[in-house]
């Protein structure tokens, strides 16, 4: 047992209280172009006569990117450690965002603009955050996954106020610089000051090097059919919530909501983000991580029926809005949860480069999907039921994992 396994969970959180929050910001900022774009893509489209598939494909290419590149990244994170990632990461993210609003109509321009955005975005992605974390904390490893994990949840309840905060005073290729600039000087210095993982510790008396760890090889991981299972929930889940998350401000105004309305409502999403973060990080340092992953994940095919009911009041819509929040607080944070306590520490960078690849696969075709769906049909009723489909199977596919191997479960 590692010395970071001994610990108390109030003697983790001792040793590095802030390290969850600056990856948190950190986390945060890796999704900047995922959780801003939703306030962007109707100004957007109007402004260059696009429809909503070419305004959104670049989200595409930037996630199926950051999927080719996942393993790399994980394996280096591995062996370098995730500090210089990050900093260096959050300062190309956020120039590359606030390039976008160079953008003038010109299509290759466009994706020539998201291609800089992807490339800029794999020092940020969510191995980076996660490592450092799971390097540190053994006891309380679900509740400080949560605190960072939260900072998705701090993204989609901020990313599309501000966004169309700034939209209507600045429009939207002024709104994007600022935006870029406003996150950049929050974020930045706190990650500076204190995000560092045991790996970053080496010749100062870590107290977990990374080496040490017990855990499958990448070779018995990637062998492995929990891992294959693994991969097949994040692909169902993330291709239907990031969807629902980009295209959630159109969903609502497309039944009648004015735009900041909409925005408000979309808000709810992140705000209930954290509580579902906080609260799964609690339950799976308590409960079986799968069967708490196969009831949350279910939680966004319930919202998805409230819209298709055709409930347009308000009270309807924050219910969703509430609904798929916690579900977007859980998803990622079940799936890294599930991987160390599956497959230990050791090759952990490289075997979640690997779901994270599936993650960003589904991030990638979701909402090019809601688009492609919305211009066929001019509406988001398929996108809706389809996404209650698939998250049903994405929960029946962890219901299937076995007992943990690795961690306080495996008994």
């Known amino acids: 047992m590692t010395q970071a396994g001994m610990m108390t969970a109030g003697a983790e959180w001792r040793r590095a209280p802030l390290l969850p929050i600056a990856a948190g910001l950190g986390y945060a900022t890796s999704v900047i172009h995922i959780y801003g774009l939703g306030p962007y893509i109707e100004p957007i489209s109007q402004s260059f006569g696009w429809s909503r598939t070419q305004t959104t494909i670049g989200l595409t290419l930037a996630t199926l990117v950051q999927a080719v590149f996942s393993i790399p990244i994980g394996l280096m994170v591995d062996r370098l450690g995730p500090r210089l990632f990050g900093l260096v990461g959050v300062l190309l993210t956020t120039g590359a965002f606030a390039l976008l609003g160079l953008a003038t109509g010109d299509r290759t321009q466009w994706i020539f603009l998201w291609a800089l955005l992807a490339f800029a975005t794999l020092p940020v992605q969510a191995t980076v955050w996660t490592s450092a974390v799971a390097s540190r904390f053994a006891t309380s490893r679900g509740l400080a996954f949560a605190v960072t994990l939260c900072g998705a949840s701090l993204a989609a309840a901020l990313f599309p106020l501000l966004g169309s905060w700034l939209i209507a005073r600045h429009g939207w290729q002024g709104a994007a610089p600022i935006q870029a600039a406003i996150w950049v000087v929050i974020a930045f210095p706190i990650i500076l000051l204190f ?13 977990a ?4 760890q017990p855990g499958a090889t990448l070779g018995e991981g990637l062998r492995s059919t929990i891992y294959h299972r693994l991969l ?15 295209h959630f401000v159109p969903i609502l105004t497309d039944r009648g909501a004015d735009r900041m309305a909409a925005a408000g409502t979309a808000a709810l999403v992140g705000l209930f983000s954290v509580i579902g973060r906080l609260a799964t990080g609690l339950l799976l340092d308590r409960f079986r991580g799968s069967m708490v992953g196969a009831v949350v994940f279910l939680l966004p095919a319930i919202g998805c029926l409230l819209l298709l009911s055709g409930g347009t009041g308000w009270a309807a819509q924050a219910a969703a809005a509430a609904l798929i929040g916690l579900t977007l607080g859980a998803e990622v944070d079940v799936i890294v949860y599930l991987t160390t306590q599956h497959f230990g520490l050791r090759t952990f960078g490289g075997l979640y480069g690997g779901l994270l690849m599936a993650l960003s696969i589904g991030t990638a075709t979701g909402p090019l999907g809601a688009s492609a769906l919305f211009d066929a049909t001019g509406g988001y ?10 998250m049903l ?18 008994a």
């Open 195 to 207: 995000f560092r993982g045991a790996h970053d510790h080496r010749g100062k008396a870590a107290p």
């Open 209 to 212: 090097d990374l080496p040490d």
């Open 232 to 246: 097949l929930a994040s692909l169902l889940f993330t291709f239907t919530i990031i969807a629902l998350v980009v």
């Open 381 to 390: 009723s398929v996108f809706l039921w389809l996404t209650v489909a698939l």
């Open 393 to 410: 199977a994405s929960s029946l596919t962890l219901v299937s994992l076995p007992r943990p191997v690795y961690g306080k479960k495996a």
